[in-house]
């Protein structure tokens, strides 16, 4: 069986010091697997934000062990982790953060490009992804003239690029329309399917989260399984 592409193993994450300390994560675990897309579902300020910083590398734990497609990063030093989270990690934000002088195309490839993708391959990849998240016939557009919902496609298609093992998302529908959001949601869906990625998303939108294969909230430090 092949190895899950995320683990949270005992992970804790406090903020402060003292009296002021701030305890967010105890001894929290999660598995996500390969073309498993997980849902987080929790109160403002319970800690989704910092989940999914730690299980994209860009935070460390205090303790407990993160493990990326099985390889353990708590002894990585940083430029390990910046490599591994390179090649491993695709993250979606709530606001695209799209580079608004470049066309769609272009914005999905440059990261491809920068990884060292010839720029025929990289384009050919880009097509692919806008074609499957429905914004094929908007390649060659700029930001400002998609829609909101477009423009988060393309975002999802950036993150994509470089196959990513696991793609995380932080409120990805979160500006948009409900009608939007379901289709957003959806491509977002389709893809980790697509491309056999395991998948974290932190979403208020319960419609939506239980369209995942499993919801989990933040309860007490810990990550456990939740009914909606
Ligand atoms: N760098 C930091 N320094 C101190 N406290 C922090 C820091 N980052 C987060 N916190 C605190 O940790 C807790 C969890 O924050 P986090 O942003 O992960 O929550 P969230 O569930 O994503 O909230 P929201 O839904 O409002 O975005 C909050 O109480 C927050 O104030």
Same mark, same amino acid.
């Not at 470049?102 to 999905?108: I, K, S």
């Given at each position: 069986m092949s190895k899950p592409h995320l683990v949270l193993r005992d992970v804790h994450r406090h903020y402060g010091q003292g009296d002021k300390v701030i305890r967010v994560l105890e001894a929290a675990n999660l598995t996500v697997q390969?073309?498993? @897309?997980v849902a987080l579902v929790a =109160?403002?300020?319970a800690g989704k934000s910092t989940l999914l910083h730690l299980s994209g590398l860009l935070e460390s734990p205090q303790g407990g062990e993160?493990?990326?497609?099985?390889? =353990?990063? $708590?002894k990585l030093g940083d430029r390990g982790r910046t490599q591994l989270r390179r090649s491993t990690v695709g993250y979606v934000y709530q606001f695209h953060h799209l580079l608004p002088e470049?066309?769609? +195309?272009?914005?999905?490839s440059m990261p491809q490009l920068i990884a060292g993708v010839s720029p025929?391959?990289?384009?050919?990849? $880009?097509?692919? +992804? +806008?074609? @499957? +998240?429905?914004?094929? =016939?908007?390649?060659?557009h700029r930001p400002a003239e998609l829609s909101g919902?477009?423009?988060?496609?393309?975002a999802i298609a950036r993150a994509a690029a470089n196959h990513p093992k696991v793609i995380l998302a932080d409120e990805p529908t979160g500006n948009l329309d409900p009608e939007t959001s379901d289709i957003v949601f959806g491509a977002l869906a389709n893809l980790i399917k697509n491309e056999g990625a395991a998948a974290l998303i932190a979403t208020h939108n319960h419609d939506l989260a239980r369209r995942a294969d499993r919801v989990v909230t933040l309860k007490g430090? @810990?990550?456990v399984d939740h009914i909606l």
């Open positions: 390969s073309g498993e @897309l =109160p403002s300020g993160i493990e990326i497609i099985g390889i =353990p990063t $708590s470049f066309t769609a +195309l272009e914005n999905v025929a391959d990289a384009d050919k990849r $880009s097509m692919e +992804l +806008l074609d @499957l +998240l429905g914004v094929g =016939p908007r390649a060659s919902g477009e423009q988060q496609r393309i430090g @810990l990550v």
